[in-house]
């Protein structure tokens, strides 16, 4: 596992012990991911949710984003997160919240903290993009027009809309889609 692009280009990152516990975006899905996006992603506010490595948000950091707020509950994660920040020289511009996803997106509401991308990336399990979107409208973290981009397993039916947020795109990598919500602007 790697950075694809930007200033941190060709960089190693940590992985997990254990890939079924904490499984990481894979680095043709990140670059896929990111060519959709743009490959650029100067002045941005990102946040990771459900973090794992860090690999998304730190790909956003590589590639220009401003500032990187990182979300996870899982002790391996955290110190991924912590050490993959560290490594890349990027522990100025990410943060790291140690908790529950949703009490992490009800203080960031409270700090009126905005992203312009947030990234999801829940366990396939929990079969949870409808109730992140519906986080996401409790929780105003979003900000006008930005971009939700939430991985999840073929078999869970994504909505094609939720709080306001209606989905632009979804594409498909073998069991992995990756599908795109838009904000209201």
Known sequence: MRIVAGSARGRPLKGPKDARVIRPTADRVRETLFNVLGQWMDGLAVLDLY???????????????????MVDRDRE???????????????????LLARPVDEALGQLAAD???????FADP????????????????HPVCAAGGLVV????????????G???????????GDTVVTFYRAPA
Do not use: M, W
């Open 51 to 69: 973090a794992g490595t860090g690999a998304l948000g730190l790909e956003a950091l590589s590639r220009g984003a401003a500032r990187l707020v």
């Open 77 to 95: 994660a955290q110190g991924l997160c912590r050490e993959n920040a560290a490594a890349l020289g990027f522990t100025d511009k990410a943060r």
């Open 112 to 118: 009126g903290e905005r992203f312009e991308v947030i």
């Open 123 to 138: 366990p396939y399990a929990a079969r949870a993009a409808a109730e992140l979107l519906e986080q996401l409208g409790r």
């Open 150 to 161: 939430v991985e999840h397993d073929r078999r869970e039916d994504a909505p094609d809309s």
């Open 163 to 173: 709080a306001g947020f209606v989905r632009e795109d979804a594409r498909r990598f």
